[in-house]
């Protein structure tokens, strides 16, 4: 005859694992920052909270980046956002053109960037 053991009830559940994007509420892909970082020889070492602020800001300067081109778009009365329209939003804010204008925040050595092509 078999028995019933009386085990006791868990009250709380298996949580899923998250990730660490999901845990600090971000998009951007932490995991995937914390492999490059290393090997970019930046700093000798890396705090763990360094790909966290990075993915932050990256978030940060893309969302505004798209607000700015989805204000392009909607000036030329256009519904999708086009890479001309980012790239006229770069281009007239002073901010912005100056971070991406070529030869910042590259090395004296460095490989050149291809042109892009929009």
């Not at 081109?69 to 909607?74: G, S």
Request: glycine share 4%.
């Amino acid at each position: 005859m078999s028995r019933k053991r009386n085990l006791p009830q868990c009250s709380h559940r298996k949580k899923h694992a998250l990730s660490c994007s999901s845990r600090a509420e971000l998009q951007f892909p932490m995991s995937s920052l914390d492999c490059v970082l290393p090997e970019g020889q930046y700093a000798q070492r890396l705090s763990s909270y360094t790909p966290v602020f990075l993915a932050g800001v990256l978030e940060h300067l893309m969302a505004h980046i798209l607000e700015l081109a989805a204000r392009e778009a909607r000036s030329s009365r256009k519904v999708r956002i086009t890479p001309e329209h980012v790239q006229r939003a770069l281009n007239n804010n002073e901010t912005l053109s100056r971070l991406f204008q070529a030869g910042v925040g590259r090395a004296p050595g460095d490989a050149e960037f291809p042109e892009w092509r929009w």
